[in-house]
Structures are given as structure tokens and as C-alpha cells.
């Protein structure tokens, strides 16, 4: 087996479909054993036909699943070299004025907390093995700036970003990389309603057109990016948040500019 992560062992969360399965997937191409962790029993599918794939049931944002999900990586591999905190939820589009404090727990509780509690998990082991490692974090656009979700999920993307930074300075000097990546629209189950009513509309072509890129993107470009930070090609990057939106986030939302070559006159 080549690749660039043989010998390696990752834990993969929200890894039962979108983003989460194709890096789970493209990790363990790639050479690594992976444990594909999610709400979902969809996870187990992630893990069909993927011999270095196991699949395992919990809750991203609760503490002792999290802590035990780290546990039964170090059992069945002596220790983690990656970690990817990907599982998350949308919340929908609800306002400011829609949206209740508990609403905003539930969000923040697996976005935001569930990303602390792989960071401390996973660091933890990395530490008691005494081996460097790679932690990415999924946050978005949205945590850049407003517009791209509801409040509680753009506040709760901004502090994963935000984690990230805390968590690479916290870890100074242990090996641990501690990144996130940033997607702009990308189809999956959380964007499914939307390309799907784009479709049903005969309106997909207008799907990314914000972007200089012109589509959306798909989760497999995604997962191309956090493998890179998860890899030693990306030795040198730590605690930062690497945007992966088609140029989505370059601008400020008036007009979209006119194609070069086309004159305005
Ligand atoms: N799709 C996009 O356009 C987009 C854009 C920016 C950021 N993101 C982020 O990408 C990440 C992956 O989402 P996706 O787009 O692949 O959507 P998705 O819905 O296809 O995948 C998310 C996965 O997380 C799982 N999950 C949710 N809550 C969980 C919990 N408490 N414990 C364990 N698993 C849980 C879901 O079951 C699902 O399998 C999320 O953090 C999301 O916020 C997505």
C-alpha cells in the first residue's frame, strides 16, 4: 500500500455522509485506519468495502462519548495521528428573533463543544503516546462573517475557528497541528434541501454562482483539503483556518462582477 497516511490512525467524526465520509474515505485510501464515528447508523455504510474503516456509533458532542471514542482508537492502534472534528448541525436559517437559548445549546453543544472535546481528547492521547499528530477542525464560511446560516451556527463556527488558535497555542511545543478548514456551499446532507429545491425549480445552474468558482463544491474537494493539513506536506501550517469556498468569502455581496472581456459600454 503508498499513500500518504500508511501507518497512521485517524478518528473521523460526522463521518456517516458529506464531508466526514469522503475524508474518511480518502484517508484510508491513502493508507490510514480509520475509526468513522457518528450519530448516524449511516456510518456503518461509510465503512462498507473499507477494510481499514471502522465504524462506530455516539454522540460528537457528548463528553464521555468522545473520551471513550479516543479510548477504543488508542486500544485497537496504540495511539491517534489524526483527528478530524467534522460532525455538525445547521440549526436551519432561523433569525435572531426565532432562534431560543436552547436552540443555540444544541448548536453550540456539538459544533463548538463537540470540536473542544475531540481537540482535548485526541491531543490527550497524541500526548500519552508521545507522538506529533494533526488535528483539523471543520468550521465555514460562516464563522467568517455573517450571511451563511442562522446566528447560533455562524457564532459557533467563528469559536471553532477561534479554537483552533487557543488550542495550537495551548499545545506549543508537543508536535500536535491544530487547523480547520472553512467550506463555502458544498452538497451534502446539511445543503440537500437546497440543491434539491434548486433542482425541482430547474434552477441548479444558478447553485454557487456567488462565487468566482461558479458551482458548488463537492465533498470530496473538502476532504482534499483537510487530508493535506492532516499530512506532513502541511508541516508548517498550525492554527490556521483554511477557507475552501470558490472564492466565495474574497467579497462583499453587491453585484456580481461582469465577466472579463465583456465590456459594460
Ligand atoms: N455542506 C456545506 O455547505 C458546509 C459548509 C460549511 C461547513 N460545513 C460543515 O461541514 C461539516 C460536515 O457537514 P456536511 O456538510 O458533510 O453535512 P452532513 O449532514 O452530510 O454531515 C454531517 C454529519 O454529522 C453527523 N452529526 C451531526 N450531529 C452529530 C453528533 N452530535 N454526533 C455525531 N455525529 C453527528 C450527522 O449525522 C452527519 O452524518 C459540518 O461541521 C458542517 O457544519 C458544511
Known amino acids: 500500500m503508498t499513500g500518504r497516511f500508511v501507518g497512521r490512525s485517524a478518528v473521523v467524526?460526522?463521518?456517516?455522509?458529506?464531508?466526514?465520509?469522503?475524508?474518511?474515505?480518502?484517508?484510508?485510501?491513502?493508507?490510514?485506519?480509520?475509526l468513522a464515528f457518528d450519530l448516524s447508523d449511516g456510518v456503518?455504510?461509510?465503512?462498507?468495502?473499507?477494510?481499514?474503516?471502522?465504524?462506530r456509533r455516539g454522540d460528537a458532542g457528548n463528553d464521555d462519548d468522545v473520551c471513550a471514542l479516543m479510548a477504543a482508537a488508542v486500544r485497537q492502534w496504540g495511539g491517534i495521528d489524526i483527528v478530524v472534528a467534522n460532525a455538525g448541525i445547521s440549526g436551519g436559517l432561523a433569525g435572531l428573533f426565532e432562534q431560543t437559548a436552547d436552540d443555540w445549546m444544541k448548536i453550540l453543544q456539538v459544533n463548538l463543544i463537540g470540536s473542544?472535546?475531540?481537540?482535548?481528547?485526541?491531543?490527550?492521547?497524541?500526548?500519552?503516546?508521545?507522538?506529533?499528530?494533526a488535528i483539523i477542525c471543520t468550521a465555514s464560511v460562516a464563522g467568517l462573517r455573517a450571511g451563511a446560516g442562522g446566528p447560533a451556527y455562524s457564532a459557533s463556527k467563528a469559536g471553532v475557528i477561534n479554537l483552533v488558535q487557543s488550542a495550537a497555542q495551548q499545545l506549543t511545543g508537543t508536535g500536535i497541528r491544530v487547523n480547520a478548514v472553512c467550506p463555502g456551499l458544498v452538497e451534502t446532507g446539511?445543503?440537500?434541501?437546497?440543491?434539491?429545491?434548486?433542482?425541482?425549480?430547474?434552477?441548479?445552474t444558478l447553485i454557487g454562482q456567488l462565487n468566482p468558482t461558479?458551482?458548488?463544491?463537492?465533498?470530496?474537494?473538502?476532504?482534499?483539503?483537510?487530508?493535506?493539513?492532516?499530512?506532513?506536506?502541511?508541516?508548517?501550517?498550525?492554527g490556521h483556518a483554511l477557507v475552501v469556498d470558490g472564492g466565495l468569502s474574497t467579497s462583499h455581496p453587491f453585484a456580481a462582477p461582469r465577466k472579463v472581456g465583456v465590456s459594460t459600454f
Open 13 to 34: 467524526t460526522g463521518a456517516a455522509s458529506g464531508i466526514g465520509r469522503a475524508t474518511a474515505r480518502l484517508l484510508a485510501d491513502e493508507g490510514a485506519h480509520v
Open 44 to 55: 456503518v455504510e461509510t465503512a462498507e468495502g473499507h477494510e481499514s474503516i471502522i465504524a
Open 116 to 133: 473542544f472535546l475531540a481537540i482535548k481528547y485526541g491531543a490527550q492521547a497524541m500526548l500519552d503516546a508521545g507522538t506529533a499528530g
Open 190 to 204: 446539511m445543503t440537500q434541501g437546497l440543491y434539491d429545491a434548486a433542482r425541482a425549480k430547474g434552477r441548479e
Open 214 to 238: 461558479q458551482r458548488g463544491g463537492e465533498p470530496q474537494e473538502l476532504a482534499q483539503a483537510i487530508a493535506f493539513l492532516a499530512s506532513s506536506q502541511a508541516s508548517y501550517i498550525n
